[in-house]
């Protein structure tokens, strides 16, 4: 099965501030990879998703942005962070023979 | 586009009681289904899943749950509750698209009074 690194585990940041977080995965070639939001209380809203190199869609309009360097390697980024960017974050990766998609531990940004 | 609604926010069950989670979903085929588990902090964790053939799919950890394609459901049961079940739980649907993107439900809450 497929292993999702997630870094920082949590993080502070005030508002303005630039933001990078970071996810690799082990175990699979080629994934599809995904950024999640979870903010508090509420289900998993999907950011962006990735099937291959430099391929990013995004789902939703907002403040943030993903790339994808390397083929496990899957980045979720901000120029300047807002109060609502605050949330959970996780990343999760679905191999292409895969039905399942496999997450991370995740990332607890707050954003003051 | 396809939904999943968990009608419960908040479940409250006595240690070795039974457990039902609800989930129903909004496709105009059958999707791959999945239940996933979260503990506080942390990710999720594939309790089990339904792709095709026998209705009632077992899991881990004691769960299982059955898709009844007559009322687009599949919930989440466990016959016999233990305090460590206690963590948020999340239907999900697979539209089985060129991305397999997940459609997530809003999660239901279990609370486990000893």
């Known amino acids: 099965s497929q292993t999702i690194h997630q870094w920082p585990a949590t993080l502070v940041q005030p508002v303005g501030s630039p933001l990078s977080l970071e996810c690799t995965v082990e175990?699979?070639?080629?994934?599809?990879l995904y950024w999640y939001r979870q903010a508090a209380g509420r289900g998993l809203q999907l950011l962006f998703y990735?099937?291959?190199?430099?391929?990013i869609s995004s789902e939703v309009p907002q403040n943030l942005s993903a790339s994808r360097p390397q083929d496990r390697q899957f980045i979720l980024s901000s120029k300047k962070l807002l109060l609502s960017d605050s949330g959970f974050y996780l990343c999760?990766?679905?191999?292409?023979?895969?039905?399942?998609?496999?997450f991370g531990p995740g990332t607890r940004l707050t954003v003051l | 586009a396809q939904s999943v609604t968990q009608p419960d926010i908040h479940i409250t069950v006595s240690e070795g009681a039974s457990l039902e989670l609800r989930c129903n979903y909004s496709?105009?085929?059958?999707?791959?289904l999945f239940w996933y588990v979260q503990s506080p902090g942390q990710g999720l964790q594939l309790l089990l899943k339904?792709?095709?053939?026998?209705?009632l799919v077992q899991g881990i950890k004691g769960f299982e749950a059955e898709f009844k394609r007559s009322q687009s459901s599949f919930n989440l049961r466990k016959p016999s509750v233990h305090w460590s079940d206690a963590a948020e739980y999340f239907c999900?649907?697979?539209?089985?698209?060129?991305?397999?993107?997940?459609?997530f439900g809003s999660g239901t809450q279990l609370t486990v009074l000893p």
């Open positions: 496709y105009g085929a059958t999707p791959y």
């Open positions: 990735s099937v291959g190199i430099g391929q």
């Open positions: 999760a990766s679905q191999g292409r023979a895969s039905n399942e998609q496999f």
């Open positions: 999900a649907v697979d539209a089985i698209g060129s991305a397999r993107q997940l459609t």
């Open positions: 339904y792709f095709s053939g026998d209705t």
């Open positions: 175990g699979t070639s080629n994934p599809n």
